[in-house]
């Protein structure tokens, strides 16, 4: 298929579009915040999550500019009601609870790789399985122990309680989950026991290929414009020749386009689906340019994920 070529103030636009940042809507009642803030991530797919708080949580942030009038209490509550839950997709992130099934592979993957160091916390692990079990939710500072390991930022010295790296290991290999926040603090629960029946079995009975492939269509999505060359590709570890088949294959079937955008010097694709957007867009510019308002964007805004991308769409080279 010939690359579809478009103007690289398209391609900015296009993505601005796609990314939630050139709209958004008033909030109103309380019900209404919840479901407009649930419905902001499901647009994006996933919020990134990070801990450092200067101004306030990333994941707050990415909604804040987005979304007038939000709150942080909006996403906890959500997370609280069950319609979100956190793991590992860009990076760890709050996903739609629908999608837990998709992350199968994810799952699988990571379990492979803490099965031993699972083994090795034995005594640690069953006894917060065995409190959470009897007990229901329970914030870290429950969880005591004089003993110290070396968890996952230590260096030389062990410096973790044995508690909290049992929790770290079973948070990631999602024998347990985050249900709810308070301030700094978060309140586990067994995943068998928090996540819905339904999505538990579809969980289950999930082909890994069927999972496999719809994890790299929301990837498609959460991106937009891709980079096959994208390491994070389809959130799975694959390596260049494998990222560069799925996305040859998804070509074939008529799923994706090759785009030719002025200026870049990588290749990008769009869905099929968006292409009429792209057209439209490129029909209207220059005459109808965007006015404000300004955004402020924290440093993991799901805009920000591919500095490749920033560097050949904005000319802007973003480094820490």
């Not at 306030?56 to 709150?71: C, S, T």
């Not at 083994?119 to 914030?139: D, H, I, M, W």
């Not at 579809?202 to 790299?216: F, K, P, Q």
């Not at 991308?309 to 904005?314: H, S």
Request: net charge positive; aromatic share 8%; glycine share 4%.
């Amino acid at each position: 298929m010939n690359p579809f070529p478009v103007s690289q103030q398209t391609a900015r636009r296009f993505l601005l579009e796609s990314q939630q940042l050139l709209s958004g809507q008033e909030v109103s009642t309380e019900s209404g915040n919840l479901e407009k803030t649930l419905k902001m991530v499901r647009k994006l797919e996933c919020v990134q999550l990070d801990p450092v708080s200067v101004v306030e949580r990333n994941q707050h942030l990415v909604l804040a500019a987005r979304i007038p009038g939000y709150k942080p209490e909006y996403l906890n509550q959500l997370l609280y009601r069950g319609d979100v839950f956190e793991y590992i997709a860009n990076a760890a992130c709050v996903i739609p609870i629908e999608d837990y099934p998709l992350f199968k592979p994810v799952r699988k993957r990571i379990w492979e790789q803490l099965e031993e160091p699972l083994e090795n916390s034995e005594r640690a692990v069953k006894g917060v399985l065995k409190r959470l079990k009897n007990e229901g939710p329970l914030p870290s500072r429950e969880f005591k122990s004089e003993n110290r390991v070396h968890g996952y930022w230590d260096n030389k010295v062990a410096k973790t309680k044995e508690t909290s790296h049992a929790l770290n290991l079973l948070l990631d290999a999602s024998i347990i989950r985050v249900v709810h926040r308070e301030g700094n603090e978060r309140y586990f629960n067994l995943t068998e026991s928090s996540v819905p029946k339904k999505i538990l079995k579809e969980a289950e009975t999930i082909g890994d290929l069927e999972a496999r492939r719809s994890l790299i269509d929301k990837y498609i999505r959460a991106y937009r414009l891709i980079d096959p060359r994208d390491s994070r590709f389809g959130w799975q570890k694959m390596t260049a020749a494998e990222r560069r088949s799925e996305v040859d294959e998804l070509v074939k079937k008529e799923k994706l386009v090759p785009l030719q955008i002025e200026h870049a010097k990588r290749e990008y694709f769009i869905m099929t689906e968006d292409l009429y957007k792209l057209k439209e867009i490129s029909q209207t510019e220059p005459r109808n340019p965007v006015e404000g308002p300004v955004r402020f964007l924290s440093p993991l805004d799901n805009l920000l994920w591919s500095r490749e991308r920033l560097a050949d769409l904005f000319g802007f080279h973003y480094r820490w």
